[in-house]
């Protein structure tokens, strides 16, 4: 505790040196002017179902209000602009007790809410994010609370508030039909969270004393459009001592008939970086989860992903394909902190509970969606996802898991409460994987249902 709050205090002051010119520049053209801000405000409910087996919790049921305050000044004249952003956070606990929070003190935190000492959910939790910014064209440089949403790591907004990252970034579009990007991260602070951690990965992760991390991950990459229906894409990202991992995309869109072909095609490749390539380093505990042979699930990154789904787009109609293909003796490598404050992959299979991303699985899947504008309900859209996937690594042969999930929502569109958004979502996961004994990995099947109500109120 005593090295986090160091830690936060020494990057307030960092924040305040930076900032402190913008001060005194806050009267200048731009930097007022051009300002922003908004209060978003999501009412959260989740009702999750974990059957088979006991290992805790059977019942995850939680109730929240969420407030995520967004600042964004402009910038200030001259060859390079400054100006500094600022995200609040609140969390405020509606219903939550003992027994559907989550029934192990060992965890850090629960579906929705951090964990008091008691093991029960707090009140409430919040936390303060600034972004120091310069623009010289049309490159932007970004140090502090970050929120990447890039194919080698992305932020989760997937509960009551989102997850944030702190670090630096740098974006560029100098080059005509380029989208360039590049930066370093050294901590993220989960969704049900108030405190700096460093990044980590399954099987390194969780709370023991055996648990490793690394403050240090660079990535790099960005978006060629070929053409207006075209887009190749690169990134590279490196979460040090534990993988280095490849990433190509390519994004057409093709018009057949009367509707469009959209076609999503990703590779990824993985490797051990640092600690986890030596026999050493993985005997210290820098581990990544997967299925090794002899009853072995933790060992060296090696990964390869080879995916591709196919959309036809006809009126309100979107009718899906997809299949995503596993090799290797690891799991896929994304960033993971294991203790519930939420974690999202660039999979196509990434879904509502799971991710299909172990190590030689293969997934096929369907996809529906229908947008009711087409028939005269603006607003009002559903979606389906069914995905079953089959022979993942385990040392009792290979087993398989589906997933079905459903998403209802509306948005008003006009009148004093346009904007307001509902949102139903349903998912159910069933899995042939054991749900205890060693040397395999372990899932319960489950049932989940999130309700959610959100609004974004203007204030200047």
């Known amino acids: 505790m005593e090295t986090t709050m160091q830690n936060s205090a020494q990057r307030a002051s960092l924040a305040a040196t930076f900032l402190a010119p913008l001060a005194l520049q806050a009267g ?21 179902d974990n059957r088979e087996g006991s290992a805790a919790p059977s019942r995850q049921e939680e109730w929240g209000q969420g407030f995520m305050l967004n600042y964004a000044s402009g910038f200030t004249p001259g060859t390079v602009g400054v100006g500094v952003d600022a995200l609040g956070l609140l969390g405020v606990r509606l219903d939550s007790g003992k027994g559907t929070h989550f029934e192990s003190t060992s965890q850090q935190g629960g ?27 049309n490159t932007e440089l970004r140090y502090g609370t970050l929120q990447p949403k890039l194919p080698v790591v992305i932020a989760n907004d997937g509960r009551l508030l989102p997850t944030t990252y702190e670090g630096g970034q740098i974006n560029s579009t100098d080059l005509k039909d380029f989208t360039l990007v590049a930066g370093r991260l050294e901590h993220s602070k989960g969704r049900n969270s108030t405190d700096q951690r460093s990044l980590t ?19 790099a990459g960005g978006d060629y459009k070929a053409s207006k229906d075209l887009t190749l894409q690169y990134y590279f990202g490196n979460l040090e001592d534990f993988y280095q991992q490849h ?39 820098y581990l ?65 509970i799971g991710k299909f991303q172990r190590a030689g699985e293969r997934t096929w899947q369907l996809r529906y969606a229908y947008d009711f504008a087409a028939a005269g309900l603006p607003g009002l859209t559903f979606s389906s996802v069914y995905l079953h996937g089959d022979g993942i690594d385990t040392n009792q042969g290979g087993k398989g898991e589906w997933e079905r999930d459903f998403t209802l929502s509306y948005v008003v569109q006009g009148g ?11 998912a159910a996961l069933r899995s042939e994987l054991p749900v205890s004994g060693a040397g395999s990995p372990t899932q319960r099947d489950q049932d989940e249902n999130r309700l959610i109500v959100s609004y974004s109120l203007p204030l200047f």
């Open 28 to 48: 200048a053209a731009g930097f007022v002017e051009d300002s922003k801000a908004s209060l978003g405000l999501r009412n959260f409910y989740i009702n999750a």
């Open 111 to 137: 579906t929705v809410f951090p964990s008091d000492s008691d093991g029960r959910a707090v009140d409430e939790f919040s936390s303060l994010g600034l972004t120091a910014k310069a623009r010289l064209s």
């Open 201 to 219: 990965i399954a099987g390194a992760n969780g709370s023991s004393a055996s648990a490793r991390d690394s403050n240090q991950f660079y990535y």
């Open 247 to 285: 990433f190509v995309g390519v994004l057409h869109n093709w018009a057949i008939g009367p509707g469009v072909l959209k076609s999503d095609l990703r590779a990824f490749d993985s490797r051990s970086d640092g600690k986890n390539g030596s026999a050493a380093g993985r005997a210290d505990g």
């Open 288 to 352: 990544a989860s997967g299925y090794y042979g002899n009853g072995v699930t933790k060992g060296e990154v090696d990964n390869r992903v080879l995916s591709g789904l196919f959309t036809y787009v006809l009126g309100g109609h979107s009718v899906g394909a997809g299949y995503q293909a596993i090799n290797g003796d690891s799991d896929f490598p994304f960033f993971n902190r294991g203790d519930g404050e939420g974690s999202s992959s660039y999979l196509s299979t990434d879904v509502q």
């Open 416 to 426: 004093s409460f346009k904007g307001l958004g509902f949102s139903w979502r349903n």
